[in-house]
């Protein structure tokens, strides 16, 4: 479960999240939706501590984040709307195989599971590719495939769907159903609700750092017109 309990965070004096509460649960599809500068990436951010409240808590399987970064991070996996920023190795294939590597598993599971992300992200074949020769496109499906690779318990997606074309964006959102309907929990935040809104168990709209609406999806959509969110 991640959890926020009375979050507010502000940069430096500018308060971006204010008071927020909110609970997601093992296995939950959540779409996070709001307009540009709502605080989606902020309140994204904290989930795996790369933010920190400077009110309230986030907290992962009951355990603050900022007590055990390691833990969280392993249960929560990110994909960064750029992600330029996520790589840590010069191939495709060692990209996706460091952070299963790092896990400490054997080499016969972390081959699997680097061929079966790149499959979902139609990159098989792709492993030896150098990162900095591919596509911004290619490099965002990499990035979700490192995610994808170390099988968390929840996979928090920002934008991901930002410069994909639509073989790969059906591709990438068929594997969140299956990994959905197998008890991966999601959190993706993204304006482009094509084809999302069927998938979502909930959808949280975000206004001015505040959630103002947490509906089932058939509910959602009178709302989320309120938010500036364009509904399908
Ligand atoms: N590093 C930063 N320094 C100062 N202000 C920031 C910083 N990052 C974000 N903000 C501000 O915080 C607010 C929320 O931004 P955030 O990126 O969380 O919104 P968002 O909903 O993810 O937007 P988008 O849909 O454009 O990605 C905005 O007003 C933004 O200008």
Known sequence: MIEFRSVSYAFEDVPVLEELSLSIGDGE?????????SGKTTL??????LLSPDEGTVLVDDRPVC???????????MVFQHPRDQFVAATVGADVAFGPENLGLPREEIDHRVDAA???VNMTGRADD??????????ARVAIAGALAMEPTHLVLD??????????????????ESLSADGTGVVL????????LSLADRVIAMDDGRIVADDPPERARDRLENVAVRVP
């Open 130 to 139: 150098r990162i900095d020769a591919l596509s911004g496109g290619e490099q």
């Open 29 to 37: 599809f959540v779409v996070l939706a709001g307009a540009n500068g």
């Open 159 to 176: 934008e991901p769907f930002t410069g994909l074309d639509d073989p790969a964006r059906r591709s990438v959102l068929s594997r969140l």
């Open 67 to 77: 007590d055990d970064l390691i833990a969280a991070r392993s249960s929560v996996g």
């Open 189 to 196: 935040a993204t304006h482009d609700l094509r084809d999302v």
């Open 118 to 120: 790149l499959e979902a």
């Open 44 to 49: 994204i951010r904290h989930c795996n501590g």
